[in-house]
């Protein structure tokens, strides 16, 4: 693999990115600091495989409970399709909240593995977000 140095990125920035969006990721050794560069779609492919898996309970009232696995977040509202675009819009947020904070929570044991779904969360749409939950029957 080959790893530019940061001062030929630095001199020749917008030919780097043309090159991370066109051809492929780009490694930059600065120091004692290794970075790598990344378009967004190739980022997404790499992330297809982190679905947001929750738990589905139906409420006594028929109301729909989603509980998210690898996350906890939970969320109720009439039917299914609500409860997703709720959840996914919970994930949002929660992703955004995750990314001010970054230092602090992807060091933190008991939520670093939350990163993939949190880099997720922050290249996607609440739609798109919605679109990728998986439900799973619970059991009440």
Known sequence: MDMLSATDVRKNWS?????????RPAYVKRTHDSVAIIDVFTLNNILAGYKYSARKYI??????????????IVVNSNDE?????????DIKEYAEEFY?????WASAPNRKSHLPYVVKALTLGVDEISEDIVCLNGKN
Do not use: P, W
């Open 59 to 72: 409420e006594d009232d028929g109301s729909v409970t989603l509980s998210l696995e690898d996350i906890d």
């Open 15 to 23: 030919m780097t990115l043309d090159s991370v969006v066109r051809n």
């Open 100 to 104: 001010e904070e970054f230092s602090v």
């Open 81 to 89: 399709e609500s409860a997703k675009k709720r959840l996914a819009a």
